[in-house]
């Protein structure tokens, strides 16, 4: 595997369902990043994880939350979401700090019912 | 509070028929302007990044510039495959790894 991957690459859930997303990156990166892409926005931040601890949480709802147990690793845990929620999330990776750039994985088409 | 806003939101383009993009930002000292391109249900494909006005960047049929305020992503005789939302982000002197992305430009080239 090469760059970043995320699974699964669609989910349709229920409102009162349990699921998580994964995102693995294998380029020697030190931080991580949850993005919301809707229809007709722009690319909303949801988390950073810098060395596998949380650095931002950009006001995101408690229905969302993310777990880095190492570098390499991130997940984001759905409980109770709400049909609005329905939208394509996104992982990135970095370096932290120096190089700038993030790589993004091909994403997770979520549909919450 | 970063800012980026893309122009326009959809460009329709004969194959051949040269273009730009643009991306006007306001930012707390620029440290980094990126272009990505990104094809429908896929993650954004990294392209450019710019660092300090005037400098330019080319890859294949495409080329970003930038000033102080904006940037420009030309497409020079563009193909059907270049059709893709393209998208800017910008990092400033406050946003630790952040980024602020505009919200695209989708472009599509028909043969």
């Known amino acids: 595997e090469t760059g970043v991957t995320q699974t699964p690459r669609h989910l349709v859930m229920g409102m009162t369902n349990k699921k998580s997303l994964k995102c693995e990156q294998h380029l020697g990166h030190n931080a991580m990043y949850w993005y919301k892409q809707s229809a007709k926005k722009p690319l909303e931040l949801m988390f950073v994880y810098n060395f596998k601890e949380q650095t931002e949480n950009n006001s995101v709802p408690s229905r969302f939350s993310p777990e880095c147990p190492n570098s390499s690793h991130l997940f984001l845990h759905l409980h109770t979401l709400q049909p609005e929620d329905s939208a394509l999330y996104l992982c990135?990776?970095?370096?932290?700090?120096?190089?700038?750039?993030?790589?993004f994985g091909p994403g997770t088409r979520l549909t919450v019912l | 509070e970063d800012q980026v806003t893309q122009s326009p939101e959809a460009l329709r383009l004969q194959e051949g028929e040269s273009s730009s993009l643009n991306c006007s930002y306001t930012v707390s000292g620029l440290r980094g302007l990126f272009w990505y391109r990104q094809d429908p249900g896929k993650g954004p494909e990294f392209l450019f990044t710019l660092y300090s006005a005037g400098e330019e960047k080319e890859k294949e049929r495409l080329k970003a510039t930038l000033t102080k305020k904006e940037s420009f992503l030309h497409i020079t005789a563009p193909k059907p495959e270049d059709s893709a939302t393209y998208l800017c982000a910008v990092r400033g002197n406050n946003a630790g790894n952040m980024l602020t992305f505009g919200g695209g430009t989708r472009l599509m080239v028909k043969p």
């Open positions: 990135a990776s970095s370096h932290s700090g120096g190089g700038p750039e993030q790589f």
